[in-house]
């Protein structure tokens, strides 16, 4: 029988993403392939790279693109160029909101893994670290990033932003946070700022009120500042953490830099029919064209498409496995790299894609469920 063939959208958008998701595409043929499926790609722009071809960070070609894919794989978004003039009016982050909001992806979830291999790569002690293993959920498409009114007055001395959420989208970002506590250690951590903000009262209250339907799960509420504090104290303390929009983009940063770097951490936004995939890294323009980027986290947002969006899970397994494998035999990006790293295992973007995709087969055959 002829497999089913799956359509992902490529959308590689600015600085390193286009080196990070030509590396995930590889691993993702090389997967297909071991595993029987069959996979069709196609590239649309998005981001600076759009502004530059269209003048619009997604044009409707892209979103056309997006709607007809079975899952999208994005790289980064971002230019120096606007940081440099922030008041610019279209910017390539913009690009990335709107598709999310246009998806209804209001769900962002960044699992946080620490290889045993990559211990010694993070700033914190491996003994706080080891066993560390949280799953964030990150309200992605409310809050104080699309809340109205936003803006500035016209003599520039005044802007504001609207952080503003409704009991419906608290509600259900926190039932998958429950559910997906329920396949874990049954602990959600609900962090906000409710001493300060009424947004966080409403989003207080509402978490509670949907725990009650979920009495096997133990709930934790916790002061954004208190959690930003607890995340390199005692990480292990957290299994499944659900937050807003804001303090989810802050937080996950803090939490990658415990996996050793950013370059480590995938994402999965989902919430409708079609999920979109993407590290969570940005577009790190100083790397771009260098080869010295982190795949990895491309590669494993990879494996997570193929997890949540097809149900591919031993493929995804595969995938997870290799990484591992990689890490194991001790190859490394610059990012990774300790000084006890041997330079010969010190490598380049397209080196650690290949070395990863010449283990799919072998690990395939071998491995269990990380
Ligand atoms: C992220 C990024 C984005 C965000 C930017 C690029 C708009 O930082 O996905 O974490 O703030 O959501
Ligand atoms: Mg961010």
Redesign the pocket.
């Known amino acids: 029988m002829k497999p089913q063939t799956k359509h992902i959208v490529l959308l590689p958008g600015d600085g390193i993403g286009p080196e990070v998701v030509a590396q995930a595409r590889i691993v993702l043929e090389t997967t297909a392939q071991v595993f029987g499926y069959s996979l069709s790609f196609e590239q649309a722009l998005i981001g600076h790279a759009a502004i530059e071809a269209t003048g619009d960070p997604l044009p409707p070609d892209t979103l056309a693109a997006c709607r007809r894919a079975d899952a999208i794989l994005l790289g980064a978004v971002g230019h120096p160029q606007y940081d440099r003039n922030p008041s610019t009016p279209i910017r390539p982050e913009q690009g990335l909101l709107r598709l999310r909001q246009n998806l209804h992806l209001f769900a962002n979830i960044r699992p946080i893994r620490i290889f045993d291999e990559l211990l010694d790569a993070s700033s914190l002690k491996p003994e706080i670290l080891q066993g560390t293993n949280i799953l964030f959920f990150r309200e992605l498409t409310g809050g104080i990033y699309f809340g109205q009114p936003k803006g500035r007055d016209k003599a520039r001395n005044r802007a504001w932003d609207t952080m503003t959420y409704s009991r419906q989208e608290i509600q259900r970002i926190a039932r998958m946070a429950f559910e997906a506590a329920r396949q874990r250690r049954r602990i959600v951590h609900s962090i906000d700022k409710a001493n300060v903000l009424e947004s966080s009262r409403l989003w207080r209250e509402t978490v509670t009120t949907e725990s009650k339907n979920y009495p096997d799960v133990q709930l934790h509420h916790m002061y954004v500042d208190n959690a930003a504090m607890q995340l390199i104290r005692a990480p292990r303390q957290f299994d499944v953490v659900v937050t807003s929009n804001l303090f989810g ?1 802050i937080l ?2 803090e939490a990658a830099q415990l996996t050793g770097s950013l370059g480590m951490l995938p994402s999965a936004s989902t919430g409708a029919q079609i999920g979109l995939f993407e590290p ?1 890294h940005g577009s790190a323009p100083d790397l771009a064209g260098t080869d010295k980027a982190n795949p990895l986290a491309a590669i494993l947002s990879a494996a997570l498409m193929l997890e949540h969006a097809f149900g591919w899970h031993e493929a995804a397994h595969a995938i997870w496995n290799s990484v591992s494998h990689l890490l194991a035999e001790g190859w490394r990006t610059p990012d990774l790299a300790q000084p006890h790293t041997p330079a010969a295992k010190v490598v380049g973007t397209q080196q650690i894609g290949k070395l990863v995709a010449s283990f799919v087969p072998m690990v395939a055959l071998s491995s269990p469920a990380p």
């Open positions: 983009d996950t940063d969570v």
